[in-house]
Structure formats: structure tokens, C-alpha cells
């Protein structure tokens, strides 16, 4: 931007310098030509500024691009890790319930037996 406005500046400038140049001279047609080739050079200057300042910006713009869909993978990979993580807990958790209800039947079931055997060792122990 300060770029800008100091080409802007210097490109007024010596517009003015050249304008109050050619004013004061008495042969127009030599000073026009002279104006003109002064005038187009710094023109020239400009633009040429102008296109460099924009390519500059184009390879700014492009890096940050780049970085930005670099760390949306990152992003991207650790939210597959998380879930991938959850999901094996997920599934941990699961095992685990259904293994201790499987104990706790297994339990139920040796209670009622150990209850069998023992009404059946009474009615053995009556006879």
C-alpha cells in the first residue's frame, strides 16, 4: 500500500514537473515528443510495478492456500483418529458389558444349582 501511494506520488510528481517543463519551453513539438517518451516511461514504470507487486501477491495468496489445506488435513486425519478411537471403545465397552452379563447368568445359574444340590442332598440325607 505504501508502494502504491509513493509511485502515485512520484508519478504526479513528475507529471507536474514535466507539465510546467514543457509550459515554459517554447518549441511545443520537441518538448510534446520529450513529454510524451518521459510520460510513457514512467507509465511504463508503473505498470511494470503494478505487475510485479500483483505476482507477489498471487505467490502470497497461494502459499496461504497451501498452508491452509495442509493443516485441514491434519485437522481432517486427527478427526479420523479420534473417531476411529471412539470407536474401538465404543466396541470395548460392548465386549465388556456383554462378558459380564454372561457372568452374571453363569452366576445365576451355579446359585440355582448349588440350591438343587443342596434340596437334594436333604431329601438324600432324609432317606
Known sequence: MKKKGLMYTLLLTATMLLIGHSVAAQDSTAMAAEYDARVDSLVSS?????????????????SDLKAEKRET?????????????????????????????????????????????AKARTISDQN
Request: aromatic letters at 4%; glycine letters at 0%.
Open 46 to 62: 508503473y505498470e511494470r510495478q503494478e505487475k510485479a507487486d500483483e505476482k507477489r501477491k498471487n505467490a502470497d495468496n497461494l
Open 73 to 117: 488435513k491434519a485437522n481432517a486425519k486427527e478427526a479420523r483418529r479420534v473417531e476411529s478411537e471412539a470407536n474401538d471403545a465404543a466396541r470395548e465397552s460392548k465386549m465388556a458389558y456383554r462378558k459380564e452379563k454372561k457372568a452374571q447368568r453363569a452366576r445365576q445359574q451355579a446359585d440355582r444349582q448349588t440350591k438343587k444340590a
